[in-house]
């Protein structure tokens, strides 16, 4: 059986041999889960140890031949100031032991050495060490709630639907790198459709994982602003306008990263400048409308979005306005209405006589949005995109290519309503509402939530308000709250000890929610249900 591994790491430095003996055996080292993984006769010694040992903890006399405790203490809190220092020093050496402290020392022993003290001060530091280890993981949580919620503001600002006005204020959400001149990049993976349907779910995580950690280190190293994923096989990166002209080669350079590390092939779109966090969903779409030229190319490329020539005759209108509709008919899986905007659509093409590759390339673009739809929903069709844009580009007539989206796309939704029957649906839902009641009291997201529903972001959000009549947030808010109200009542537990209880990590935002939720602070409600 494999020793265990203790948790903190302890060096010993004394210049007399019969002290380190006795440090080594006369304290439980393995019941206090520490180790001992070193020891030195004198400073400079010790020094090298804690370079290559990296402790967490050094025990050390005070005087020493060459460079003495407090000289060492100061080398080495130079370069982690976390490290804790215990000097054992002789009766002569009180004044030092006044300026270890002083300097930042923990604690310091006379000698003779009291064993059971210098254990009870170890026991002291160790629960210093472990409360340095909690603030750690505190602070990496919330800057982790902090990248996520970055990130999902952004998504917001990208769908054109900034829906919770309060994250576009908080300040830790500055977004003022986007007031300068910026523009976007969408990198999608070529064949995603084809990947994902041979990658198991776990396959499919650590794909994305690694892919996410290549695109965030080229990241950091070329000047990008920010990079998050998007859609599924979808990543945003946003550029500093200063590299406008170096679009071309920072794409190429991105797609040989992902070719070389991760061994898959990807497309890169750039949109045209932008300014403003109000122009980021505009410039995603130049982006994303720069890689519709993806599907005239045999292989992965960089794809700009050109400019509109100057002196042109004519602006050619793409009909944004039945693209929303078609997507809604997906959302909610009305395929009548569906049929009836694709026949709206060819009306349009015909009224406004556009020319044959302008058609075309108007319906690719529509494709692929309302493909995308399908694929975000997990409305996962038999026809691979690539499959549907030859098709369309193989026929001769708009009839023919408005043909093929009525019967493809109108199939699709019918497979998907006799799929999912309404007792289903309430089924799943159900299952959802549970898992937020058992996991209230957790940091928890609404894409973790979607994931126990097995259906995406956007589906989950539109079926559970059309089920339980609230959005997500606010059924979890009014769980979080209707746990609150118990404890108040049912315990005296103070309401700072009561906020973490129920998920919220600041006492005061939890008071300003309990407030806005049932108008009263939570001291008000327990003395009026006293």
């Given at each position: 059986?494999?020793?265990?591994?203790?948790?903190?790491?302890?060096?010993?430095?004394?210049?007399?041999?019969?002290?380190?003996?006795?440090?080594?055996?006369?304290?439980?080292?393995?019941?206090?889960?520490?180790?001992?993984?070193?020891?030195?006769?004198?400073?400079?010694?010790?020094?090298?140890?804690?370079?290559?040992?990296?402790?967490?903890?050094?025990?050390?006399?005070?005087?020493?031949?060459?460079?003495?405790?407090?000289?060492?203490?100061?080398?080495?809190?130079?370069?982690?100031?976390?490290?804790?220092?215990?000097?054992?020093?002789?009766?002569?050496?009180?004044?030092?032991?006044?300026?270890?402290?002083?300097?930042?020392?923990?604690?310091?022993?006379?000698?003779?050495?009291?064993?059971?003290?210098?254990?009870?001060?170890?026991?002291?530091?160790?629960?210093?060490?472990?409360?340095?280890?909690?603030?750690?993981?505190?602070?990496?949580?919330?800057?982790?709630?902090?990248?996520?919620?970055?990130?999902?503001?952004?998504?917001?600002f990208l769908e054109g639907n900034p829906s919770d006005n309060h994250?576009?204020?908080?300040?830790?959400?500055?977004?003022?790198?986007?007031?300068?001149?910026?523009?976007?990049?969408?990198?999608?993976?070529?064949?995603?459709?084809?990947?994902?349907?041979?990658?198991?779910?776990?396959?499919?995580?650590?794909?994305?994982?690694?892919?996410?950690?290549?695109?965030?280190?080229?990241?950091?190293?070329?000047?990008?602003?920010?990079?998050?994923?998007?859609?599924?096989?979808e990543w945003v990166i946003l550029f500093p306008g200063s590299l406008?002209?170096?679009?071309?080669?920072?794409?190429?350079?991105?797609?040989?990263?992902?070719?070389?590390?991760?061994?898959?092939?990807?497309?890169?779109?750039?949109?045209?400048?932008?300014?403003?966090?109000?122009?980021?969903?505009?410039?995603?779409?130049?982006?994303?409308?720069?890689?519709?030229?993806?599907?005239?190319?045999?292989?992965?490329?960089?794809?700009?979005?050109?400019?509109?020539?100057?002196?042109?005759?004519?602006?050619?209108?793409?009909?944004?306005?039945?693209?929303?509709?078609?997507?809604?008919?997906?959302?909610?899986?009305?395929?009548?209405?569906?049929?009836?905007?694709?026949?709206?659509?060819?009306?349009?093409?015909?009224?406004?006589?556009?020319?044959?590759?302008?058609?075309?390339?108007?319906?690719?673009?529509?494709?692929?949005?309302?493909?995308?739809?399908?694929?975000?929903?997990?409305?996962?069709?038999?026809?691979?995109?690539?499959?549907?844009?030859?098709?369309?580009?193989?026929?001769?007539?708009?009839?023919?290519?408005?043909?093929?989206?009525?019967?493809?796309?109108?199939?699709?939704?019918?497979?998907?309503?006799?799929?999912?029957?309404?007792?289903?649906?309430?089924?799943?839902?159900?299952?959802?509402?549970?898992?937020?009641?058992?996991?209230?009291?957790?940091?928890?997201?609404?894409?973790?939530?979607?994931?126990?529903?097995?259906?995406?972001?956007?589906?989950?959000?539109?079926?559970?308000?059309?089920?339980?009549?609230?959005?997500?947030?606010?059924?979890?808010?009014?769980?979080?709250?209707?746990?609150?109200?118990?404890?108040?009542?049912?315990?005296?537990?103070k309401v700072y000890q009561i906020a973490p209880l129920v998920g919220?990590?600041?006492?005061?935002?939890?008071?300003?929610?309990?407030?806005?939720?049932?108008?009263?602070?939570?001291?008000?409600?327990?003395?009026?249900?006293?």
């Amino acid at each position: 059986m494999e020793a265990k591994e203790a948790k903190y790491r302890v060096i010993l430095v004394d210049d007399e041999p019969i002290i380190l003996r006795s440090l080594k055996v006369a304290i439980p080292w393995n019941e206090l889960d520490l180790e001992i993984v070193g020891d030195a006769r004198n400073g400079e010694d010790a020094l090298k140890l804690v370079r290559e040992l990296s402790p967490h903890m050094i025990i050390s006399d005070i005087r020493m031949p060459g460079l003495d405790g407090i000289s060492l203490m100061k080398e080495v809190m130079a370069e982690n100031a976390k490290r804790l220092f215990i000097f054992i020093s002789g009766y002569g050496e009180f004044e030092y032991a006044r300026e270890a402290l002083r300097e930042g020392a923990f604690d310091y022993l006379l000698k003779p050495i009291d064993h059971e003290e210098l254990i009870e001060m170890i026991m002291r530091a160790k629960k210093t060490l472990e409360k340095q280890q909690e603030n750690e993981k505190l602070l990496h949580s919330v800057q982790v709630l902090s990248m996520l919620a970055r990130e999902r503001m952004f998504a917001e600002f990208l769908e054109g639907n900034p829906s919770d006005n309060h994250l576009r204020h908080m300040q830790w959400l500055e977004s003022s790198e986007l007031q300068d001149d910026y523009f976007v990049a969408v990198l999608q993976l070529d064949h995603y459709m084809k990947l994902n349907e041979s990658w198991s779910m776990e396959e499919r995580r650590l794909w994305l994982f690694a892919i996410r950690n290549i695109l965030s280190e080229w990241s950091l190293s070329h000047g990008a602003l920010t990079v998050f994923p998007f859609h599924s096989g979808e990543w945003v990166i946003l550029f500093p306008g200063s590299l406008r002209d170096k679009r071309e080669s920072l794409g190429n350079d991105i797609i040989h990263q992902i070719k070389v590390n991760a061994k898959l092939s990807c497309s890169i779109g750039f949109s045209q400048s932008a300014e403003g966090i109000e122009q980021l969903s505009e410039a995603y779409q130049s982006a994303a409308k720069a890689l519709y030229q993806r599907f005239y190319r045999d292989q992965e490329g960089v794809f700009v979005d050109p400019i509109p020539e100057l002196g042109a005759t004519r602006e050619i209108k793409y009909p944004k306005f039945l693209e929303a509709r078609m997507l809604e008919c997906i959302r909610t899986l009305e395929d009548e209405r569906l049929i009836v905007l694709l026949d709206e659509t060819k009306t349009y093409i015909e009224t406004q006589a556009f020319g044959k590759e302008t058609a075309e390339r108007m319906i690719v673009e529509l494709t692929v949005v309302l493909y995308r739809e399908f694929e975000h929903m997990k409305l996962l069709p038999e026809w691979s995109l690539e499959g549907l844009l030859q098709e369309i580009h193989s026929l001769g007539t708009l009839n023919e290519m408005i043909g093929v989206l009525k019967a493809s796309l109108g199939k699709w939704i019918r497979e998907r309503k006799e799929a999912q029957p309404k007792e289903n649906i309430h089924k799943v839902i159900s299952k959802t509402q549970e898992y937020i009641s058992n996991n209230y009291h957790k940091d928890l997201s609404i894409e973790e939530v979607a994931e126990v529903a097995d259906l995406s972001i956007s589906h989950f959000c539109m079926l559970f308000k059309q089920v339980s009549g609230f959005t997500f947030l606010e059924y979890l808010t009014q769980c979080r709250i209707e746990k609150a109200k118990y404890i108040l009542k049912n315990s005296q537990v103070k309401v700072y000890q009561i906020a973490p209880l129920v998920g919220y990590q600041d006492p005061r935002y939890f008071t300003q929610v309990f407030k806005k939720v049932t108008g009263m602070t939570p001291t008000e409600y327990r003395d009026e249900s006293a």
